[in-house]
C-alpha cells in the first residue's frame, strides 16, 4: 500500500545528503510534515544510513601481560563510616552516617581478570596505594596502566608526579584516553557495570571495611565465570597473563599521601579534611605525615609521635588522650615558669647587676667617616663611654 511519507522521500534525501544527523523532528519541520511521527521516523531511519558516513570499530586483541585497564566506580550511600574510629563515636542516620566512596577496578585485558578494592578518596595517594595492592597481589605489573582523565593520575596526558615516580618504580607506563572515550577502555567498564549488577544487590555493609571484606569473597566467583570474550575463565587464563608480565620492584615504591608540617600550637595535622592529634611535645618543629589506606603516622626526625587508624569520613577530628594529657603537663608548666624563675635564680639565670660596656658614639662616627654638625660640650658629653645595668 506504500507510506504517507513516500511523497516526501525526495525532499527528505535532498536534507540527509547535505546533513546526514539531522534529527527526524527537525526534518519534519523543515518539510511541513502534519501526520504521525511515528511515520516520519520509520522512514528517516530507513533512508540516514545511506547518507550517514560510515564509522567501524576494529576488534581488538590483546596480548598476554600488555594493558590493565583501571577505572573508578561509585557504588553510592551505602556504606556507613564511625565519625570517630579511635573513640566509635556513633553519628547520624541509623547511628552512623552512609558516604559514597570510589571503588578503584582493574582489569587484566587479556585474561579480563578482575580486581576491585574500595578506597577512602580518589586523591593520588589513595590511587597509587590502592593499585599497588591490587597489583601485589597479582603478582606481576603489565607493560601498560590505561586509565580516563582521573585528576588523581593526571588530566591532558600529563601525570601527576606521585603517579610518575610510581610508573617508574614499577617499570611500567601510564597511558590516559582521550577525553570523553569510554570506549578505549571498555574492558573496565563492562566490569564496573557487572559489579553494579551482581555484586551489590542484596548487601549490605557494616564499615568500608567489611565492604571489603565482602569484595575479596565475591571475585573468585566473578572470576570463575566463563567469559564470552575469550571463551574461558578469567581465574584460569591470569596465569598466562602474569607469566608474560614484569616482576614487581624489589623494594615497596613510595605510596600513601606524604607531607611535611611545622605543628603548631594547636597540636593537630591535616590529612584529607581530617584533623589527627599530634604529640604536642614537638610542637614547633617539622612532622612529617604519612597517611596509607588504613593508618595515619607522624614522625619527628624519624620518631614517632603520633599514630591513628585512618578515617574514611571528613570534617572529623581524631584525637590520641595521651597527646592531650601530655599538653596539660606542658600548659601547667608553662604557667608556673613565670614565678619559679624570679628572685635569685632569674639573677642567676640573666647575670641581672653585672656592668656592660657600651661602646662610644663617636666610634661609630669614625666607622662610618661621619662629621658632627653639633659640636657643643653637651652633644660631645652625649657620646661618653657609658656603663648601663642590665
Not at 70 to 76: A, Q, T
Not at 257 to 272: A, E, F, K, M, Q
Request: a neutral charge.
Amino acid at each position: 500500500m506504500g507510506s504517507v511519507a513516500d511523497g516526501y522521500e525526495p525532499r527528505i534525501r535532498g536534507l540527509l545528503a547535505e546533513f546526514p544527523s539531522m534529527p527526524a523532528t527537525v526534518i519534519a519541520e523543515r518539510i511541513g510534515w502534519t501526520h504521525s511521527s511515528s511515520v516520519l521516523r520509520a522512514k528517516v531511519a530507513q533512508l540516514r544510513p545511506l547518507y550517514a558516513p560510515a564509522d567501524p570499530a576494529d576488534r581488538t586483541v590483546y596480548v598476554a601481560g600488555e594493558i590493565v585497564q583501571c577505572d573508578l566506580w561509585f557504588p553510592g550511600k551505602v556504606i556507613p563510616v564511625d565519625v570517630d574510629p579511635a573513640s566509635k563515636t556513633p553519628g547520624w542516620v541509623g547511628g552512623r552516617p552512609a558516604v559514597d566512596l570510589p571503588v578503584l577496578t582493574m582489569v587484566a585485558a587479556f585474561s579480563g581478570f578482575i580486581m576491585a578494592a574500595l578506597l577512602p578518596t580518589r586523591k593520588t595517594g589513595d590511587l597509587i596505594a590502592g593499585m599497588w595492592q591490587l597489583l601485589s597481589g597479582l603478582g606481576g605489573v603489565p607493560k601498560m596502566l590505561v586509565w580516563d582523565n582521573e585528576s588523581g593520575i593526571g588530566q591532558h596526558h600529563r601525570l601527576t608526579l606521585g603517579a610518575r615516580s610510581f610508573a617508574g618504580t614499577l617499570g611500567t607506563r601510564i597511558y590516559q584516553t582521550a577525553a570523553r572515550d569510554p570506549e578505549a577502555k571498555g574492558i573496565v567498564e563492562r566490569a564496573n557495570g557487572f559489579l553494579e549488577t551482581s555484586f551489590m544487590p542484596g548487601r549490605e555493609f557494616d564499615s568500608p571495611g567489611d565492604y571489603n571484606t565482602q569484595l575479596e569473597a565475591w571475585l573468585p566467583r566473578a572470576n570463575a565465570r566463563l567469559l564470552r570474550r575469550t571463551g574461558e575463565q578469567p581465574g584460569h587464563r591470569v596465569a598466562a597473563d602474569v607469566a608474560a608480565m614484569g616482576a614487581l620492584p624489589p623494594m615497596t615504591p613510595s605510596i600513601g599521601t606524604t607531607v611535611r608540617v611545622r605543628l603548631g600550637r594547636d597540636y593537630y595535622v591535616r590529612i584529607s579534611g581530617n584533623d589527627y592529634s599530634v604529640d604536642p611535645s614537638v610542637i614547633g618543629r617539622f612532622v612529617d605525615v604519612h597517611a596509607s589506606l588504613d593508618t595515619v603516622r607522624i614522625t619527628c626526625a624519624e620518631a614517632l609521635v603520633g599514630i591513628h587508624q585512618r578515617c574514611w569520613s571528613s570534617h572529623q577530628t581524631i584525637t590520641d588522650p595521651a597527646h592531650v594529657a601530655t599538653a596539660a603537663g606542658l600548659r601547667t608548666a608553662f604557667k608556673a615558669r613565670p614565678t619559679a624563675m624570679r628572685g635569685a635564680t632569674m639573677q642567676q639565670a640573666t647575670g641581672v647587676g653585672a656592668a656592660v660596656a657600651v661602646r662610644a658614639l663617636s666610634d661609630y662616627d669614625d666607622l662610618f667617616a661621619l662629621t658632627p654638625t653639633v659640636t657643643d660640650a653637651a652633644a660631645v658629653a652625649a657620646r661618653a663611654p657609658l656603663e648601663i645595668v642590665r
